[in-house]
């Protein structure tokens, strides 16, 4: 216990009352809580990075490709739900973010990119390194600014950051001349720009509650349909309020795995193109849907016309833009999934209370039915190989349901979303809208930058990882210990599963060990060797190419806490994703093995 | 398929054109007419937008529209070939004093 002073502390000495551009952006970044920072230096932001140089205060994570920064970015928001904050120099460090943008403005990642860019005199001009950066990203960010005039840097990194983290969340990119980083200016300590066109409603109107919920009450097969909303908003205590009291159906979309638990016996999984059966099936039979901070993304519809044909819908989202945008809505509830979730559960708990009690109890049963019938199952593969199910679904029993999991794009991502099971939200973060390939990596980076006690494993695929792997060596100098499984099957495995099913197997060129039938006659040959390449990056590295050493070198990978662990699986290369709905065909023809349809009841 | 007119307020900023533009080029929506003029409020201008689109598809577009930051308001007006025909006089005969502008409008 220390002693309360009795006299007054000496006097701050005063700031000066002019700073530089560049200072007062590490200011205006400070001021909104930011911690840390993913970037790569070039000459535009020279005088940032100079300011950076005596301020630690802000930790610099330096990247190997300013792609790796924004999706470290990405990565830290989706593990924390602060935003996350990524840095490059102007022209190709600035493009080279333009994937991260897009990225992140499809899966609603709250996300601020700053960029240089060249002197206010010379914009325009073709400059060395001046790339418009503004202009390109304003299809794929929720905002982008540019920056000439050093007293506007502060409001507008204030703005950045609202813009960023309210409504509904997303990438905004702020450019800044390199003559305005320079420029002295007056210094600002609050304030940001006025926005009059910028207005998120978050609560969603009374009325509308009351329909939503009389609705559900006269619904016998009501869904609840879970988007990454959810998760964005925070609301999935609201969400289990609302599921254990109605008892209905759950299912959650690709972007919402972990927004309800995989164990609670409501919860039939994922629906979509590679949806379980259960959850696919309840959608299609479903005489209400009750969107929660979804989208009807056609990978979850397959073809519109024919998706979930009986059933009216009441749509969540804090976008007003989603409502009607794929499917009309009969009641829409424009709000925070939030606040909007526990509405409805308030709403509904007060009119069963006064006497209005819904019928739901065969259609629990039907869809019960459904899931038992139709688990999510896998063939073994040839003996002595491995499995890539069977090494997901290991690591997410052994690592827990605290383990954050971050994942690449194809069949490893699907296996992923099955297989490693959920239990919390945050613990899943994966490109969901735009399909990112490489994104595993740099993401779990900045996930384990932004929650440094939790295990982060990247379940990666051979193709993925060879895009962004570089970030082995940003993790390995910073001291940033994640663990990247690479899901190995020498090819381009989600590609190749459609060239098996809907191009007769011609394996053109989705072979990463070359290709059987090559003209010149070369044998197949696995490069790189990953086990090399982690080592070489400072990284552990392990191997496992037998079924019976799954466990033990899950359990060697996990020993490790203090660098970087990457393993190499060598798995079945035909191992397929099911269930699957193919593409152009409608959900009710779900396959849950090659050929293998299901029997729902009324067609027995 | 038909004609609609949409008055858009937005804030007075560089690029801000070509956001509007970019959005209806992504819907691969034709614009027939457009003209930017200014406002009483030198921070806002006035977009008068007129083209040929589904009344359902319009609804979307506008919806995209209004999540533009830079949008303040929209307003859909009410006689579009009106409007048009009205466009036409301005851009054919080039500038023109205010007055005789506004006796165009009505």
Redesign the interface.
């Known amino acids: 216990m220390t002693a309360q002073p009795t006299t007054p502390a000496p006097a701050q000495p005063a700031l000066p009352s002019t700073t530089t551009g560049a200072e007062a952006l590490v200011d205006a970044l400070l001021r909104v809580g930011a911690e840390h920072i993913f970037g790569l230096p070039g000459g535009a932001v020279l005088p940032l990075y100079d300011t950076l140089y005596q301020r630690p205060e802000l930790r610099h994570i330096l990247v190997r490709h300013e792609q790796g920064a924004g999706h470290a970015a990405q990565g830290y928001a989706a593990a924390t739900g602060r935003v996350g904050v990524c840095l490059a120099t102007s022209g190709p460090g600035a493009t080279n973010l333009v994937t991260p943008l897009a990225d992140a403005n499809m899966d609603s990642v709250p996300m601020v990119a700053i960029t240089g860019n060249v002197p206010s005199t010379a914009l325009g001009s073709d400059a060395f390194q001046e790339a418009d950066i503004?202009?390109i990203t304003?299809?794929v960010t929720?905002?982008s600014f540019?920056v000439t005039d050093p007293a506007m840097i502060g409001p507008t990194v204030a703005s950045a950051f609202r813009?960023a983290s309210s409504g509904r969340p997303g990438p905004v990119l702020v450019d800044v001349s390199k003559d305005a980083l320079v420029a002295s200016t007056k210094r600002i300590t609050d304030g940001d720009l006025a926005?009059?066109?910028?207005r998120p409603v978050t609560e969603p109107g009374q009325p509308e509650i009351r329909d939503a919920v009389s609705l559900m009450l006269s619904s016998r097969r009501p869904v609840l349909y879970v988007g990454g909303g959810t998760i964005r908003a925070g609301a999935h205590r609201e969400l289990m309020t609302l599921a254990e009291l109605t008892g209905l159906p759950v299912v959650t979309t690709l972007m919402a795995r972990g927004a309800f638990p995989d164990s609670h016996p409501q919860h039939l999984g994922m629906p979509g193109m590679h949806g379980t059966v259960a959850a696919v099936g309840a959608l299609q039979k479903s005489d209400l849907i009750i969107s929660l901070g979804a989208r009807f993304d056609d990978r979850v519809t397959g073809v519109r016309e024919s998706f979930a044909p009986h059933a009216k819908v009441i749509h969540a989202d804090i976008?007003?833009?989603e409502?009607?945008?794929i499917r009309t809505a009969d009641v829409a509830l424009v709000g925070d999934c939030r606040p909007t979730i526990a509405a409805l559960a308030a709403e509904f708990r007060a009119r069963v209370e006064a006497g209005t009690v819904p019928d739901y109890a065969e259609w629990v049963a039907f869809c019960q039915r459904v899931q038992d019938r139709y688990p999510l199952s896998y063939d073994a593969p040839p003996a002595g190989q491995v499995a890539p199910q069977q090494v997901i679904q290991r690591i997410g029993q052994l690592a827990g349901p605290e383990t954050v999991f971050t994942s690449g794009v194809g069949q490893h991502q699907m296996w992923a979303a099955h297989y490693l099971g959920f239990e919390r939200p945050r613990t899943w973060i994966n490109s969901g809208g735009l399909g990112t390939m490489g994104f595993a990596v740099p993401a779990a980076m900045g996930a384990k930058i932004g929650r440094p006690d939790t295990t982060v494993w990247a379940i990666d695929g051979d193709g993925c990882f060879q895009m962004t792997n570089q970030e082995l060596a940003t993790c390995a100098v910073e001291g940033i210990p994640i663990k990247v499984a690479i899901i190995n099957n020498g090819a381009l495995g989600m590609v190749r599963q459609w060239q098996t099913l809907f191009y007769n197997e011609r394996y053109s060129h989705t072979g990463l060990r070359g290709t059987p039938t090559d003209p010149a006659g070369r044998a197949p040959v696995q490069v790189p060797d990953f086990v090399m390449l982690a080592r070489s990056y400072g990284c552990e590295a392990l191997r496992c190419d037998d079924p019976a050493d799954i466990d033990k070198t899950i359990e060697a990978a996990m020993a490790v806490d203090d660098v970087p662990v990457v393993v190499d699986f060598r798995v079945h290369q035909d191992a397929m994703v099911w269930p699957m709905v193919a593409s152009g065909t409608s959900n009710d023809d779900i396959k849950y093995a090659r050929d293998l349809a299901p029997q729902f009841e009324e067609d027995d | 398929m038909s004609r609609h007119a949409l008055s858009v307020l937005v804030e007075n900023n560089p690029g801000v054109l070509a956001r509007v533009s970019v959005l209806f080029a992504r819907r691969s929506f034709n614009i027939d007419h457009l003209v930017v003029g200014p406002t009483e409020d030198p921070k806002v201008s006035r977009m008068t937008i007129v083209l040929n689109v589904a009344d359902d598809q319009l609804h979307k577009v506008t919806n995209q529209l209004d999540k533009l930051i830079e949008v303040i308001h929209i307003e859909e007006l009410s006689d579009p070939s009106a409007i048009r025909d009205q466009l036409w006089a301005i851009n054919d005969n080039g500038p023109r004093p205010v007055g005789a502008m506004a006796a165009a409008w009505g």
């Open positions: 503004r202009s304003m299809p929720k905002h540019l813009l926005m009059p066109g910028y976008d007003p833009a409502i009607g945008k």
